[in-house]
Nanobody, 125 residues
């Protein structure tokens, strides 16, 4: 079992930056790929970024590529999402998720078995 707790969300002006953190409990964190997803009001949840267990491979949605960076610190059981050049359309509830495997980079939410409660990111124009 893995429990996930996100933090770092908040209100920021367009063009600003935020770093989200996701702290995981459980010894299996290191064996799992991790992902970030987001859901804006009235919209479906969408994939943002993913990272394999070792951190050697990452994947991003086209909408955030070049602006967001996912990383992980397995010694701290934590995954991060650095968000730069934020836009109002990035406003959403951001969730981290633990994958069913350690090596798969995927935006398919069914490939993830544990989810956090989310942290709100609001970008003002």
């Amino acid at each position: 079992q893995v429990q996930l707790v996100e933090s770092g969300g908040g209100l920021v002006q367009a063009g600003g930056s935020l770093r989200l953190s996701c702290a995981a409990s459980g010894r299996t964190f290191i064996s799992k790929a991790m992902g970030w997803f987001r859901q804006a009001p009235g919209k479906e949840r969408e994939f943002v970024a993913s990272i394999i267990w070792s951190g050697d491979s990452t994947g991003y949605a086209d909408s955030v590529k070049g602006r967001f960076t996912i990383s992980r610190d397995n010694a701290k059981n934590t995954v991060y999402l650095q968000m730069n050049s934020l836009k109002p359309e990035d406003t959403a509830l951001y969730y981290c998720a633990a994958g069913r495997t350690g090596w798969r980079i995927t935006g398919n939410s069914y490939e993830y078995e544990y989810w956090g409660q989310g942290t709100q990111v609001t970008v003002s124009s």
